[in-house]
């Protein structure tokens, strides 16, 4: 599985654009029908966007020497097919 802000441009700042980006992690988790993602310490971007919409992300447990923490996903959320 790759990383869904990979794709952002760089110098992109997810803070700038919380909503849009949150929207957009929660459309990808829908569509590529995820139900459980790990995230890096090393990702604040992610981080970020679990911390913006808890109630999409059940936390489970932790990856300790990974330093990863495992959340369970509910993106509550139907997504419009791109144009």
């Known amino acids: 599985m790759y990383d869904p802000l990979a794709y952002l441009p760089a110098g992109y700042r997810i803070e700038d654009h919380l909503p849009a980006v949150t929207a957009q992690v929660q459309c990808w988790l ?32 932790m990856l300790g020497t990974a330093q990863w923490t495992v959340f369970a996903v509910d993106p509550g959320l139907e997504c419009q097919a791109s144009p």
């Open 30 to 61: 829908t569509k590529t029908d995820t139900r459980m993602i790990a995230v890096a310490a090393t990702d604040p971007g992610l981080q970020l966007v679990v911390q913006f919409a808890p109630a999409s992300f059940t936390y489970v447990g």
